[in-house]
C-alpha cells in the first residue's frame, strides 16, 4: 500500500462554488464552451453555464414500467445527446437522452441477463461505450465490504454488449487513459485503483493494482492530467487525491470531520457499512465528493460532482487536466 503524503495542496478557503438547485449532481463534465453537464436525479441531465452559473435542465421520461430515470453517471456525445448510466433501486441499463427529452435503451441486458443498477457510462474516442455494473447485490449496500467483488465492466460496440473484466470490488469510474494503452478503474470498497491492458479490439488483458488506498479513502471518480497523473475523488473522507506515474498518491484536498471518518471507518472494517454512512456529509464545505472534470480556458479549474449537494465546487488545479473526449462539443 503507498503512503499518501497529508498535507493538501488545497485549501477550503480556495474552494467556490457554482450552480444551484442540482439534484444529485454525482457525475460532471466540462467542455471548451464553458459548459457543466451534471446527472441529475430529477431525471435527466442538468447545465450549468459558467462563469454566470445559470442552470437548466434536460428532462428524461420515464422508463419501461413507469421506473423513474436515475442518472449516475453520464457521457456527452458527438451529436450532443448523452448517455445515462441508470442507477435503478433494483434494476439499471444505460440510455441514450436527447436535448429534447427523448429517452431511449442503448443496452439494458447483457447475455440475456438484464442489468443491475449501473453506475458508469464513458464512451471513448472510438465509439466505443464503457459501462460499470458495481456489484449484483440487492440493496447495493450489502456490497459495502472489502469481501465481496462481484463488480464488472461491460463493453458496448457495434457488436453488441459482452462483459470484458468481472470480479471486481464495487467497480466505479473506468476510462481509458490518454495514450489508449490501458483501461483504468477505480473499485470503490476494494479501495484501490487498478488497470488493464487495452487491447485494440476492446478487450482487456490481465488486471494490475496501480495502488492501494488506506483508512479513510474510497475512491468514486478518476480522471487523467497532462503529467501523467490520475486524479482521484474518494467519497466519505471528501478527499481529492492525485496518483502520479510512478502510482505514489498525495492528497490534494480534503473536507472530513475526523469523528465522522472514524465511524465509517469502523463500520467498513467490521462489514456493517450503509446507506447512512454515505447519505451523512461529514465536511464542513464538500458534501460527500464523487467525481472531478477539468475545465475553464486552461483545463485547469477542477470541478466537483457530488452525492449530496445542489451546487458543483470548483478549485484552481496545480496542473492542467487531459482534454476529453467531448472537449470540443
Not at 493538501?8 to 454525482?26: H, M, T, W
Not at 475545465?295 to 492542467?320: K, Q, S, W
Amino acid at each position: 500500500m503507498a503512503t499518501a503524503t497529508t498535507t493538501p495542496a488545497v485549501a477550503l478557503s480556495d474552494i467556490g462554488f457554482i450552480g444551484s438547485a442540482l439534484k444529485r449532481p454525482e457525475c460532471v463534465l466540462a467542455t471548451r464552451a464553458g459548459a457543466l453537464y451534471s446527472a441529475d436525479w430529477r431525471g435527466g441531465v442538468a447545465r450549468t453555464t459558467t462563469p454566470d452559473g445559470a442552470s437548466t435542465f434536460i428532462a428524461g421520461t420515464a422508463l419501461a414500467g413507469g421506473r423513474p430515470l436515475r442518472p449516475n453517471g453520464i457521457a456527452l456525445r458527438s451529436n450532443g445527446s448523452f448517455l445515462l448510466a441508470d442507477l435503478g433501486e433494483t434494476l439499471g441499463g444505460v440510455y441514450e437522452l436527447s436535448r429534447s427529452g427523448d429517452t431511449r435503451p442503448i443496452v439494458e441486458r447483457v447475455d440475456g441477463v438484464e442489468l443491475p443498477p449501473t453506475n458508469f457510462v464513458h464512451e471513448d474516442a472510438h465509439q466505443r461505450i464503457w459501462i460499470t455494473v458495481s456489484t449484483s447485490h440487492v440493496p447495493r449496500a450489502a456490497a459495502y465490504r472489502a469481501d465481496v467483488a462481484d463488480g464488472y465492466i461491460v463493453l458496448l460496440t457495434a457488436s453488441g454488449a459482452r462483459i470484458v473484466a468481472d470480479g471486481l470490488g464495487y467497480t466505479n469510474e473506468a476510462l481509458p487513459s490518454p495514450d489508449g494503452r490501458w483501461l483504468y478503474v477505480n473499485e470503490t470498497f476494494g479501495r484501490r485503483l487498478s488497470r488493464f491492458p487495452l487491447r485494440a479490439d476492446g478487450s482487456l488483458g490481465s488486471k494490475e493494482v496501480v495502488t492501494t488506498f488506506g483508512a479513510g479513502t474510497f475512491p468514486d471518480g478518476l480522471t487523467f492530467d497532462e503529467e501523467g497523473g490520475v486524479w482521484i475523488t474518494s467519497i466519505v473522507s471528501n478527499r481529492v487525491i492525485r496518483v502520479d506515474a510512478g502510482g505514489q498518491p498525495s492528497v490534494i484536498l480534503e473536507d472530513c470531520d475526523p469523528a465522522h471518518l472514524e465511524r465509517c471507518e469502523a463500520a467498513f472494517l467490521a462489514g456493517a457499512m450503509g446507506r447512512p454512512h454515505l447519505d451523512t456529509c461529514g465536511g464542513r464545505i464538500l458534501r460527500n465528493i464523487s467525481s472531478l472534470a477539468f475545465g475553464g480556458p486552461d483545463r485547469r479549474t477542477a470541478f466537483l460532482g457530488c452525492l449530496l449537494g445542489e451546487a458543483i465546487a470548483f478549485f484552481r488545479a496545480p496542473v492542467a487536466g487531459v482534454a476529453p473526449v467531448h472537449w470540443e462539443w
